[in-house]
C-alpha cells in the first residue's frame, strides 16, 4: 500500500513536506518517485530516490528546492519542498516499484506498479 500526506496551502516561498507511507515494500529493493500532476497538464516526474538511496534524480524545475528522502526504518518517503511557487501547484503522487532505478530521467511511469491516491498542493497568496 503507498499513501501519500502532508499536502495542503502554503504561500509562495514557503515550504512544505509530504510523506509518503510504503506498507509492504522494501525500500532496499525498491525504487520511490514523487509525481506531481497539475490542472491540464500531464503527470510529470518530480523527485526519485533509488533503492537503498543510492541515487537520487530530480526534476530541472525542482533541484535545489525539493528533496527526496527516507526516514530510518525505510517505511516512509519525504519530499520537503522549499521556495515554492504556484507553478508547484498540483496533485503529488508517491509511487515504488523494484523496477524503478532513477538512473534515467525522467521516470518510466509504465514501469511502476504502486502508487498512491495523491495529495494536493496548492500555492497561493
Known amino acids: 500500500q503507498v499513501e501519500e500526506s502532508g499536502g495542503g496551502l502554503v504561500q509562495p516561498g514557503g515550504s512544505l513536506s509530504l510523506s509518503c507511507k510504503t506498507s509492504?515494500?522494501?525500500?532496499?529493493?525498491?525504487?520511490v518517485g514523487w509525481f506531481r500532476q497539475a490542472p491540464g497538464k500531464e503527470r510529470e516526474g518530480v523527485a526519485c530516490r533509488s533503492s537503498r538511496g543510492q541515487v537520487t534524480n530530480y526534476a530541472d524545475s525542482v533541484k535545489g528546492r525539493f528533496a527526496i528522502s527516507t526516514d530510518d526504518a525505510k517505511t516512509t518517503v519525504y519530499l520537503q519542498m522549499n521556495d515554492m511557487t504556484p507553478e508547484d501547484t498540483a496533485r503529488y503522487y508517491c509511487a515504488t516499484d523494484a523496477r524503478l532505478f532513477c538512473s534515467r530521467w525522467p521516470m518510466d511511469e509504465r514501469l511502476i506498479r504502486n502508487w498512491g491516491q495523491g495529495t494536493q498542493v496548492t500555492v497561493s497568496s
Open positions: 509492504g515494500f522494501n525500500l532496499d529493493y525498491y525504487g
